[in-house]
Nanobody
Framework: QVQLVESGGDWVQPGESLRLSCTIS????????MNWYRQTPGKEREVVAQ???????NYADFVKGRFSISRNKAGTQVYLQMNSLTPEDTAVYYC?????????WGQGTQVTVSS
């Protein structure tokens, strides 16, 4: 069974940067996209960024120009570089892989942006 493990969450001050990593336990076939989502208490989980197997990226409007998603060639690591963080970016960030046979989720990593 494929497992996703996120890391890199931390407490930072506004304006600072963080890099989240997602380790995928093994190479997955039938991947349609790799995504980062985030969720705050009382709100629905929302997509932050997406990268397809061909390398096409998409971003939510609220992170465009600040966040960047990437992956390694083997498709076993997905990264989210987050710059110019604001308190509104505080959330649990989840790694997600969408495949032809369903979604796989990580357990999440907490990002807190506060002065």
């Amino acid at each position: 069974q494929v497992q996703l493990v996120e890391s890199g969450g931390d407490w930072v001050q506004p304006g600072e940067s963080l890099r989240l990593s997602c380790t995928i336990s093994r190479s997955v076939t039938g991947v349609r996209a790799m995504n980062w989502y985030r969720q705050t208490p009382g709100k629905e989980r929302e997509v932050v960024a997406q990268i397809t197997p061909s390398g096409i990226t998409n971003y939510a409007d609220f992170v465009k120009g600040r966040f960047s998603i990437s992956r390694n060639k083997a498709g076993t690591q997905v990264y989210l570089q987050m710059n110019s963080l604001t308190p509104e970016d505080t959330a649990v960030y989840y790694c997600n892989v969408k495949t032809a046979w369903g979604d796989v989720w990580g357990q999440g990593t907490q990002v807190t942006v506060s002065s």
